[in-house]
C-alpha cells in the first residue's frame, strides 16, 4: 500500500495548482447571473463534437452570456481554462482554472489573460498577431490562444445554427 502511495506521488505533475472551480470562474465572469445552466447540443450540429463543458450564464429568463469550461494541452499536462463569452460573441474574460505544468504558468498573468477580451470569431487569435508571445511559455501561450479560438469559433456555429439563446 505504500509503495503505491509512493508511485501516485511520484506520478502527481509537479506544479499542479486549481485556481478556480467552474462555479466559481463563472459567477466571477458573470456575477449578476442567478444561475448557471448547462448546455448540450444535439447530435448532428456543428458544436455537438465539442468536448468541453458549456453553461448559459442566466438572470430570470435573460441568457447574460456563456461560459466555457475546456482542458487543452500543455507541453505534456492538461491546462483547464474558463472563456465568458457575451451574447454578441465578443470574450468577457479569460481564466485559468487549473495548471498542472511546471514551467509557463505565467499565462495566468491578468495582463496576458486581458489580451483575450473582445476577441470574436473574426479575430485572428494568434500569438505573435494579436496575443503575444510568454518567453518561456511559448507551448501554454500558443495552446490556451488556440483553446480560445476553438471556443468562440464553437459558440459562433452554435449562434448560427439557433442553437444558443
Known sequence: M???AALLLLAAPLGATDYLTPDQAG?????????????T????????????????????????GHVVIQNVLGRSEQITLA??????????RMEILSYRESHGGEVRMSAWRRQFEGKTAASPLKVGKDIAA????????NN???????????????RRE????
Do not use: H, N
Open 41 to 64: 447540443f444535439p447530435p448532428g450540429s456543428g458544436a455537438a463534437g465539442f468536448r468541453g463543458k458549456v453553461l448559459a450564464a442566466r438572470k430570470g429568463g435573460a441568457t447574460l
Open 2 to 4: 505504500r509503495a503505491l
Open 83 to 92: 472563456v465568458g463569452v457575451d451574447p454578441d460573441g465578443k470574450v468577457r
Open 144 to 158: 490556451v490562444t488556440e483553446g480560445v479560438r476553438q471556443i468562440v469559433a464553437m459558440l459562433d456555429q452554435a
Open 134 to 141: 510568454i518567453s518561456g511559455a511559448t507551448i501554454s501561450c
Open 27 to 39: 459567477r466571477s465572469m458573470y456575477p449578476q447571473a442567478d444561475r448557471l445552466d448547462p448546455v
Open 162 to 165: 439557433g442553437l444558443l439563446q
